[in-house]
């Protein structure tokens, strides 16, 4: 898959130092074969396609808060955030770099980036939450959901 957007992304140089320590030290991973398997078997009913096509054709890109809510279905608990991340500014539709990510169990993943990033690096890469979207929870207590 061509991912123009991390391509934007790695133009930024603090953003490039980063993702290059992450690849490095298993900080950072692609979404591969292994990874988008099982998005095979989600479908997305209104536009005829499974969750994996839906990567494969590239509609993820400039959609980057629906792509994390058909994500968020191969997990039990996850939130899903939107914000800012500065390296893609001036991408189709983030122009000013707002964004959505999921993160569940440490790991944020980047449907628009189309990475497992550890959350550990998610300042240093420049993601800036503004707010949580939408949460699942398997503890009652904190469960909200959209």
């Known amino acids: 898959m061509k991912n123009n957007v991390l391509d934007v992304a790695l133009k930024d140089s603090n953003f490039k130092c980063i993702y290059d320590f992450g690849i490095k030290n298993e900080l950072i991973m692609p979404f591969d074969e292994n990874f988008m398997e099982p998005m095979k078997y989600i479908n997305i009913s209104f536009i ?4 994996y096509d839906y990567f494969k054709r590239g509609d993820n890109i400039g959609f980057c808060l629906e792509a994390c809510e058909y994500l968020s279905e191969m997990f ?3 939130e899903i955030y939107k914000g800012v991340l500065p390296a893609i500014k001036g991408t189709e539709r ?3 770099g ?3 990510w999921l ?4 790991i944020i993943y980047d449907t628009s980036l189309l990475l497992a990033i550890d959350k550990s690096l998610s300042e240093y890469l420049g993601y800036i939450p503004q707010g949580v979207v939408s ?3 398997n503890k009652k207590s904190n469960s909200i959901h959209s």
Do not use: F, P, Q, V
């Not at 005829?48 to 969750?51: A, F, G």
């Not at 993160?103 to 440490?106: E, K, L, P, Q």
């Open 48 to 51: 005829h396609c499974s969750l």
């Open 76 to 78: 039990d608990e996850y």
């Open 94 to 96: 983030s122009m000013n």
């Open 98 to 100: 707002e964004h959505a």
């Open 103 to 106: 993160i569940s169990d440490g």
């Open 135 to 137: 949460r699942k929870s």
